[in-house]
Nanobody
Framework: QVQLVESGGGLVQGGASLRLSCAAS????????MGWFRQAPGKEREFVAA????????YYADFVKGRFTISRDNAKNTVYLQMNSLKPEDTAVYYC?????????????????WGQGTQVTVSS
């Protein structure tokens, strides 16, 4: 059973940066990719970014627009989300997720494993 633990969230002012981390354990060799999703208050959870363990293929949601960068450290089984130029509308709970199959990385239902989420709050 894959376990995911996020960290790095917090309260920041607009324009600031944060780096989220997601440490994976317990069978990560069976997973193909890791993704980040977010859920703002009153809204549905949405895709942010994804990266494959092998090859490091990267996928972003359109709204990222060069502000966020996803990366991985295979030796540490850890995925990162560097978020720059944060805006109040980036306020959300950010979730890390893992999946075994490839393809359609923006689809939430294709991820089998989820972390507990970390809160990111951006003040104006």
């Amino acid at each position: 059973q894959v376990q995911l633990v996020e960290s790095g969230g917090g309260l920041v002012q607009g324009g600031a940066s944060l780096r989220l981390s997601c440490a994976a354990s317990g069978g990560t060799f069976n997973t193909n990719a890791m993704g980040w999703f977010r859920q703002a208050p009153g809204k549905e959870r949405e895709f942010v970014a994804a990266i494959t363990w092998i090859g490091g293929s990267i996928y972003y949601a359109d709204f990222v627009k060069g502000r966020f960068t996803i990366s991985r450290d295979n030796a540490k089984n850890t995925v990162y989300l560097q978020m720059n130029s944060l805006k109040p509308e980036d306020t959300a709970v950010y979730y890390c997720a893992a999946r075994r199959r490839s393809g359609n990385y923006g689809i939430e239902n294709l991820y089998e494993y989820w972390g507990q989420g970390t809160q990111v709050t951006v003040s104006s």
